[in-house]
T-cell receptor
Framework: KAGVTQTPRYLIKTRGQQVTLSCSPISGHRSVSWYQQTPGQGLQFLFEYFSETQRNKGNFPGRFSGRQFSNSRSEMNVSTLELGDSALYLC????????????FGPGTRLTVL | AQSVAQPEDQVNVAEGNPLTVKCTYSVSGNPYLFWYVQYPNRGLQFLLK??????LVKGSYGFEAEFNKSQTSFHLKKPSALVSDSALYFC??????????????FGKGTSLLVTP
């Protein structure tokens, strides 16, 4: 099976702009989670979607949002970008059980100037 | 609340020697525990997990981990380290309770350096 794919891999934006990141899960996986990775804060959970519904949300401001489509593909959006939003954004997919493994994509490196 | 502690920022080991990367956790109820590895400019790669059953879990690339409930630990081990094992290692936990959500809580990561 193909792995989790994320597009684009690299992105440069300026403060105040908005950005949309895309994630395609492993075929058959219905859960998609998003994480932010920064040197200072490490890996932090953003949100998780299952069957087009947000099932969990991390402690991030409302500028961070996401959605999932009927084919399980997911997008996350960050509006009014800040310098601190520069990070590696990782998407992970899993099957439906809590014990199921999350498989990660290569990430999108976002740089905010 | 769930949390993971990886007490060592960096572990150095000579090639051929055994390695241990430490992880302790805190969770309500029974834990689901995971180890991931990250190479530079890459995503996280799954190594192994503990859900239930045998406390010794074997995973990819010769890695194994031992679940110790009394010490709330899940240390990653490998009998003989390779230079190619040099990477960033993350321990993660998720509670098994139905209402605990599916988010993984990660430790800060441990950088493993294996020298020839």
């Amino acid at each position: 099976k193909a792995g989790v794919t994320q597009t684009p891999r690299y992105l440069i934006k300026t403060r105040g702009q908005q950005v949309t990141l895309s994630c395609s899960p492993i075929s058959g996986h219905r859960s998609v989670s998003w994480y932010q990775q920064t040197p200072g804060q490490g890996l932090q959970f953003l949100f998780e979607y299952f069957s087009e519904t947000q099932r969990n949300k991390g402690n991030f401001p409302g500028r961070f949002s996401g959605r999932q489509f009927s084919n399980s593909r997911s997008e996350m959006n960050v509006s009014t970008l800040e310098l601190g939003d520069s990070a590696l954004y990782l998407c992970a997919s899993s099957a439906i059980g809590a014990g199921d493994t999350q498989y990660f994509g290569p990430g999108t490196r976002l740089t905010v100037l | 609340a769930q949390s993971v502690a990886q007490p060592e920022d960096q572990v150095n080991v000579a090639e051929g020697n055994p390695l241990t990367v430490k992880c302790t956790y805190s969770v309500s109820g029974n834990p689901y525990l995971f180890w991931y590895v990250q190479y530079p400019n890459r995503g996280l790669q799954f190594l192994l997990k503990y859900i239930t059953g045998d406390n010794l879990v074997k995973g990819s690339y010769g890695f194994e981990a031992e679940f110790n409930k009394s010490q709330t630990s899940f240390h990653l081990k490998k009998p003989s380290a390779l230079v190619s094992d040099s990477a960033l290692y993350f321990c993660a936990v998720r509670a098994s309770l139905a209402n605990s959500g599916y988010a993984l809580n990660f430790g800060k990561g441990t950088s493993l350096l294996v020298t020839p």
